[in-house]
């Protein structure tokens, strides 16, 4: 298994677009955007926090997150399935699996190396705050990336091909990123469309990861949403997945 995680690693990184759309980008976006005037000065409707603060970074966060999830895992897979991978592993000691739970380990490791350059970059380069409740910020991350993974292998499951696959997972991800306040701050919003995002996966994660980050806890609803979607979308990629 360990060998599998370094080979699917090393096959990852030798991907340019994975490491910076994933990593590179919002990092790009927050230390570029992050010291415009506008994101320094303080919002009343976010309590009077900077949006450099806990808005912006935790958006970055989420867009990491989401880009890895919804384009990145499904178009590995359904390429593995297109090209034969999976099938000609079935045939041998190393089950198709292995190769899934490879996928989903790495990036996770993206995600967490991620998230971490983004948290230090916005502290030592912006001066924006560190996460005041790191212990909750660090559950509120593993719950809401596995939920976004959940959906990226459901895309995976029912794309029939690798060029679909992709864009499936455009499709979902630039309306959700939109509710989930990417753009413009959730709290600005007109309220019917707030009390949408509360009940679709994305919203919740963005909402909780700048929660916890500004030292409050999340709402039980968010936590709610997100641990129905690692469950329904699991349930259903494992039922709806084909390795061939």
Same mark, same amino acid.
């Not at 994101?39 to 900077?50: F, K, N, S």
């Not at 329904?232 to 494992?238: L, M, Q, Y």
């Given at each position: 298994?360990?060998?599998?995680?370094?080979?699917?690693?090393?096959?990852?990184?030798?991907?340019?677009?994975?490491?910076?759309?994933?990593?590179?980008?919002? /990092?790009?976006?927050?230390?570029?955007?992050?010291? #415009?005037?506008?994101?320094?000065?303080?919002?009343?409707?976010?309590?009077?926090?900077?949006?450099?603060?806990?808005?912006?970074?935790?958006?970055?966060?989420?867009?990491?997150?989401? #880009?890895?999830?919804?384009?990145?895992?499904?178009?590995?897979?359904?390429?593995?399935?297109?090209?034969?991978?999976?099938?000609?592993?079935?045939? #041998?000691?190393?089950?198709?699996?292995?190769?899934?739970?490879?996928?989903?380990?790495?990036?996770?490791?993206?995600?967490?190396?991620?998230?971490?350059?983004?948290?230090?970059?916005?502290?030592?380069?912006?001066?924006?705050?560190?996460?005041?409740?790191?212990?909750?910020?660090?559950?509120?991350?593993?719950?809401?990336?596995?939920?976004?993974?959940?959906?990226?292998?459901?895309?995976?499951?029912?794309?029939?091909?690798?060029?679909?696959?992709?864009?499936?997972?455009?499709?979902?991800?630039?309306?959700?990123?939109?509710?989930?306040?990417?753009?413009?701050?959730?709290?600005?919003?007109?309220?019917?469309?707030?009390?949408?995002?509360?009940?679709?996966?994305?919203?919740?994660?963005?909402?909780? /990861?700048?929660? #916890?980050?500004?030292?409050?806890?999340?709402?039980?609803?968010?936590?709610?949403?997100?641990?129905?979607?690692?469950?329904?979308?699991?349930?259903?990629?494992?039922?709806?997945?084909?390795?061939?």
């Amino acid at each position: 298994m360990n060998k599998m995680l370094l080979i699917e690693a090393k096959l990852l990184l030798r991907e340019p677009g994975g490491p910076i759309f994933a990593i590179l980008l919002p /990092l790009a976006l927050l230390l570029g955007l992050g010291s #415009t005037s506008g994101l320094q000065e303080t919002i009343p409707e976010l309590g009077g926090e900077r949006v450099i603060d806990t808005q912006f970074p935790s958006m970055m966060v989420l867009l990491s997150v989401v #880009t890895m999830a919804l384009t990145i895992l499904p178009g590995t897979l359904v390429i593995y399935r297109e090209n034969g991978v999976l099938r000609r592993l079935s045939t #041998t000691p190393i089950r198709p699996v292995r190769l899934l739970v490879a996928q989903v380990v790495n990036n996770l490791a993206m995600a967490v190396v991620a998230t971490v350059l983004l948290v230090a970059s916005g502290r030592l380069v912006l001066g924006s705050a560190l996460p005041k409740n790191a212990l909750a910020f660090t559950g509120v991350f593993v719950l809401g990336t596995a939920s976004m993974f959940g959906l990226g292998l459901l895309i995976a499951a029912v794309a029939p091909n690798a060029k679909v696959a992709p864009a499936i997972g455009s499709l979902l991800m630039f309306p959700l990123l939109y509710i989930s306040g990417m753009w413009t701050p959730r709290e600005t919003m007109p309220e019917l469309l707030q009390r949408i995002g509360d009940f679709l996966p994305m919203a919740p994660f963005g909402d909780a /990861l700048r929660a #916890t980050w500004a030292g409050h806890a999340p709402q039980p609803l968010h936590l709610v949403v997100m641990a129905a979607t690692v469950l329904i979308t699991g349930v259903a990629a494992s039922r709806l997945f084909q390795w061939e």
